[in-house]
Protein backbone atom coordinates (compact mmCIF):
# COMPACT_ATOMS: atom_id res chain seq x y z
CA UNK A 1 0.00 0.00 0.00
CA UNK A 2 2.55 2.30 0.94
CA UNK A 3 4.37 1.61 -2.25
CA UNK A 4 1.61 2.44 -4.19
CA UNK A 5 0.64 5.61 -2.78
CA UNK A 6 4.66 6.69 -2.72
CA UNK A 7 4.63 5.52 -6.94
CA UNK A 8 1.37 8.20 -6.97
CA UNK A 9 3.09 10.53 -5.54
CA UNK A 10 6.05 10.41 -7.59
CA UNK A 11 3.46 10.96 -10.38
CA UNK A 12 1.80 13.45 -9.38
CA UNK A 13 5.70 15.64 -8.48
CA UNK A 14 6.74 15.29 -11.70
CA UNK A 15 3.74 15.99 -13.22
CA UNK A 16 3.50 19.47 -11.20
CA UNK A 17 6.96 19.92 -12.37
CA UNK A 18 6.76 19.50 -15.69
CA UNK A 19 3.90 22.08 -15.75
CA UNK A 20 6.04 24.43 -13.98
CA UNK A 21 8.56 23.86 -16.92
CA UNK A 22 5.88 24.65 -19.37
CA UNK A 23 5.33 27.74 -17.24
CA UNK A 24 8.93 28.78 -17.31
CA UNK A 25 9.40 28.11 -21.15
CA UNK A 26 6.18 30.45 -21.57
CA UNK A 27 8.02 32.88 -19.29
CA UNK A 28 11.11 32.75 -21.72
CA UNK A 29 8.98 33.26 -24.43
CA UNK A 30 7.38 36.09 -23.80
CA UNK A 31 10.82 38.06 -23.12
CA UNK A 32 11.52 37.97 -26.47
CA UNK A 33 10.58 41.10 -29.04
CA UNK A 34 8.61 39.31 -31.31
CA UNK A 35 6.40 36.93 -28.99
CA UNK A 36 3.42 38.86 -28.63
CA UNK A 37 3.00 38.56 -32.33
CA UNK A 38 2.35 34.28 -31.99
CA UNK A 39 1.99 33.70 -28.55
CA UNK A 40 2.41 30.20 -27.67
CA UNK A 41 0.25 30.02 -23.83
CA UNK A 42 -3.02 27.99 -25.52
CA UNK A 43 -0.65 25.60 -26.19
CA UNK A 44 1.05 25.34 -23.30
CA UNK A 45 -2.60 24.90 -21.21
CA UNK A 46 -3.10 21.86 -23.60
CA UNK A 47 0.07 20.27 -22.83
CA UNK A 48 -0.63 20.67 -19.55
CA UNK A 49 -3.98 19.47 -20.13
CA UNK A 50 -2.14 16.30 -21.73
CA UNK A 51 0.01 16.04 -19.04
CA UNK A 52 -2.32 16.19 -15.84
CA UNK A 53 -4.35 13.33 -18.06
CA UNK A 54 -1.14 10.99 -18.18
CA UNK A 55 -0.76 11.58 -14.51
CA UNK A 56 -4.07 10.98 -13.22
CA UNK A 57 -4.36 7.76 -15.41
CA UNK A 58 -0.52 6.68 -13.85
CA UNK A 59 -1.99 8.03 -10.57
CA UNK A 60 -5.01 5.73 -10.73
CA UNK A 61 -3.29 2.39 -11.92
CA UNK A 62 -0.91 2.70 -9.31
CA UNK A 63 -3.01 3.04 -6.32
CA UNK A 64 -5.41 0.24 -8.11
CA UNK A 65 -2.13 -1.59 -8.23
CA UNK A 66 -3.38 -2.55 -12.52
CA UNK A 67 -1.61 -1.68 -15.72
CA UNK A 68 -2.61 1.78 -17.29
CA UNK A 69 -3.48 0.31 -20.22
CA UNK A 70 -6.28 -1.41 -18.14
CA UNK A 71 -7.73 1.62 -17.32
CA UNK A 72 -7.24 3.01 -20.98
CA UNK A 73 -9.24 0.23 -22.58
CA UNK A 74 -12.01 1.35 -19.93
CA UNK A 75 -11.63 4.97 -21.19
CA UNK A 76 -12.16 3.90 -24.82
CA UNK A 77 -15.79 2.83 -23.84
CA UNK A 78 -16.07 6.36 -22.42
CA UNK A 79 -15.05 8.46 -24.94
CA UNK A 80 -18.37 9.91 -26.09
CA UNK A 81 -18.56 11.14 -22.68
CA UNK A 82 -15.30 12.73 -22.15
CA UNK A 83 -15.66 14.59 -25.74
CA UNK A 84 -19.12 16.13 -23.97
CA UNK A 85 -17.20 16.89 -20.96
CA UNK A 86 -14.04 18.49 -22.90
CA UNK A 87 -16.34 19.86 -25.95
CA UNK A 88 -15.84 23.47 -24.82
CA UNK A 89 -11.99 23.31 -24.61
CA UNK A 90 -11.29 21.07 -27.53
CA UNK A 91 -13.74 23.68 -29.72
CA UNK A 92 -11.03 26.38 -27.89
CA UNK A 93 -8.43 24.45 -28.88
CA UNK A 94 -9.30 24.69 -32.21
CA UNK A 95 -10.06 28.29 -32.19
CA UNK A 96 -6.79 28.80 -30.65
CA UNK A 97 -4.75 27.17 -33.49
CA UNK A 98 -6.82 28.90 -36.26
CA UNK A 99 -6.46 32.39 -34.48
CA UNK A 100 -2.69 32.06 -34.64
CA UNK A 101 -1.65 30.57 -37.78
CA UNK A 102 -4.21 32.83 -39.46
CA UNK A 103 -2.63 35.97 -37.80
CA UNK A 104 -6.09 37.21 -37.07
CA UNK A 105 -5.46 38.68 -33.46
CA UNK A 106 -2.56 39.24 -31.79
CA UNK A 107 -1.58 40.71 -28.19
CA UNK A 108 -2.07 44.82 -28.54
CA UNK A 109 -4.42 44.70 -31.24
CA UNK A 110 -7.27 46.76 -30.88
CA UNK A 111 -10.59 44.67 -32.07
CA UNK A 112 -13.99 45.81 -31.78
CA UNK A 113 -16.92 43.06 -31.18
CA UNK A 114 -19.99 45.27 -30.40
CA UNK A 115 -22.13 42.23 -29.49
CA UNK A 116 -19.83 41.32 -26.27
CA UNK A 117 -19.17 45.18 -25.69
CA UNK A 118 -15.51 44.39 -26.23
CA UNK A 119 -13.81 47.62 -28.32
CA UNK A 120 -9.81 47.71 -27.44
CA UNK A 121 -6.82 46.43 -27.13
CA UNK A 122 -6.29 42.60 -26.70
CA UNK A 123 -4.14 42.08 -23.35
CA UNK A 124 -4.03 38.35 -23.67
CA UNK A 125 -4.79 35.70 -25.72
CA UNK A 126 -5.31 31.88 -23.78
CA UNK A 127 -6.55 28.96 -24.83
CA UNK A 128 -10.03 29.03 -23.10
CA UNK A 129 -10.22 32.97 -23.70
CA UNK A 130 -8.79 36.66 -24.97
CA UNK A 131 -9.32 39.45 -22.85
CA UNK A 132 -9.60 42.86 -24.10
CA UNK A 133 -9.03 45.74 -22.38
CA UNK A 134 -11.52 48.55 -23.28
CA UNK A 135 -11.20 51.97 -24.12
CA UNK A 136 -12.61 52.77 -20.17
CA UNK A 137 -10.07 50.79 -18.85
CA UNK A 138 -12.53 47.66 -18.09
CA UNK A 139 -11.68 44.26 -19.38
CA UNK A 140 -13.79 42.19 -21.83
CA UNK A 141 -13.69 38.20 -21.48
CA UNK A 142 -14.31 36.68 -25.11
CA UNK A 143 -14.26 33.09 -25.31
CA UNK A 144 -11.67 32.21 -27.94
CA UNK A 145 -14.45 30.21 -30.08
CA UNK A 146 -16.60 33.52 -30.21
CA UNK A 147 -13.80 35.28 -32.78
CA UNK A 148 -13.86 32.19 -34.95
CA UNK A 149 -18.28 32.28 -35.02
CA UNK A 150 -18.69 35.72 -34.96
CA UNK A 151 -17.35 38.72 -36.52
CA UNK A 152 -15.23 41.17 -35.24
CA UNK A 153 -13.49 44.41 -36.03
CA UNK A 154 -9.23 44.05 -36.03
CA UNK A 155 -7.90 47.64 -36.60
CA UNK A 156 -4.08 46.49 -36.71
CA UNK A 157 -4.19 47.36 -40.11
CA UNK A 158 -5.25 51.16 -39.14
CA UNK A 159 -2.25 51.20 -37.04
CA UNK A 160 0.51 49.34 -38.71
CA UNK A 161 -0.61 52.11 -41.66
CA UNK A 162 -0.55 54.83 -39.71
CA UNK A 163 3.04 53.93 -37.93
CA UNK A 164 4.65 52.57 -40.81
CA UNK A 165 4.40 56.02 -43.30
CA UNK A 166 2.06 53.64 -45.67
CA UNK A 167 -0.68 55.68 -47.27
CA UNK A 168 -3.14 52.80 -47.00
CA UNK A 169 -5.36 52.67 -44.24
CA UNK A 170 -7.39 49.12 -43.90
CA UNK A 171 -9.33 47.78 -41.30
CA UNK A 172 -10.42 43.63 -41.78
CA UNK A 173 -13.40 42.21 -40.14
CA UNK A 174 -12.82 38.52 -39.85
CA UNK A 175 -15.71 35.79 -40.26
CA UNK A 176 -15.53 32.41 -40.09
CA UNK A 177 -17.48 29.08 -38.82
CA UNK A 178 -16.54 26.48 -36.85
CA UNK A 179 -18.56 22.84 -37.44
Request: charged share 15%; net charge neutral; with cysteine.
Amino acid sequence: MVENVSSAFIVLTVALALAEALNLLNALYRRRPDAHLRPIKGYIEVLKIAIYLVAAILIVASLIDRSPLILLSGLGAMAAVLMLIFQDTLLSLVASVQLSSNDMVRVGDWIEMPQLNADGDVIDIALHTVKVQNFDKTITTIPTKKLISDSFRNWRGMREAAGGGSSAVSTSTSTACVS
